[in-house]
């Protein structure tokens, strides 16, 4: 497949508005803009589609490793495996091209980009980008402060609740409360109160919430599904229920 028409099989609502026009300025320095036809550009708003939280993610992944003022190789290596493992080598290819030619332009609104994908995502998609941005900043071992405090700036813009950006943050960290952390919980949480929490995390987080995304995003999912089921066993276990 090529670059042009990766680019216009997989975009949906991505071509409009601030995010159209980073990836406008990206695909310049990219290809020659002829190839692709203009009617791939005008498509109406519609689902988000793979290609969509793609380029979301992206754009905001770039932002979150350069808010410690350094690039990381190793955040950049992280971003690349993550996508040859959703997209296979070809797909992650032109995806990571995209990536460093955004990478490279300054300025960015974070808040006129984040407020785009908040109008045209659904929640448990907005959820998945947010397990993914905090995979990026611990995939160099520390997630540093500036790296948080710029994730909780996208979940806000992007109205994520506090204890749901707790509830993903808590699955990057080592602690004795991240069980309780993972499931929104208090940790005076009765065993019914636990149960309850469990099934209602069970809910939020299930991979076929995010299946309209592809099988490429399941994967990611399933990560974060699995955490709550293990910060459910851990309870069960502690508390013997």
């Not at 380029?55 to 690039?71: E, N, P």
């Not at 707790?166 to 109160?193: G, H, Q, R, V, W």
């Not at 990611?220 to 276990?237: I, T």
């Amino acid at each position: 497949m090529s670059f042009a028409k990766w680019i216009g099989a997989s975009l949906g609502w991505s071509f409009g508005g601030p995010i159209g026009a980073i990836l406008g300025l990206a695909l310049g320095s990219l290809i020659d803009k002829s190839s692709v036809k203009t009617k791939t550009y005008s498509r109406p708003n519609m689902r988000t589609q793979s290609g969509d939280f793609e380029v979301s993610l992206l754009i905001l992944a770039s932002l979150v490793i350069k808010a410690d003022g350094k690039q990381d190789q190793r955040e950049l290596d992280f971003v690349r495996r993550q996508f040859v493992q959703m997209y296979g080598r070809d797909r992650a290819n032109h995806a990571f091209r995209l990536f460093k030619a955004i990478n490279k332009q300054p300025n960015i609104s974070l808040r006129q980009v984040c407020l785009q994908i908040q109008q045209m995502m659904d929640h448990a998609s907005r959820l998945q980008l947010l397990h993914f941005l905090f995979g990026i900043a611990q995939s160099d071992g520390d997630v540093a402060s500036s790296e948080v405090i710029i994730i909780e700036r996208i979940a806000n813009y992007l109205r994520i609740s506090h204890r749901d950006f707790e509830s993903i943050k808590a699955m990057f960290y080592s602690s004795k409360t991240n069980a309780y952390k993972i499931l929104e919980l208090d940790k005076d949480a009765s065993p019914k109160d636990i149960k309850s929490a469990y099934r209602r995390m069970v809910k939020k987080f299930h991979p076929d919430k995010v299946q309209h995304l592809g099988k490429e995003h399941q994967k990611g999912a399933e990560e974060k599904f699995r955490k709550v089921q293990e910060a459910y066993e851990q309870l069960q276990k502690d508390l013997k229920f």
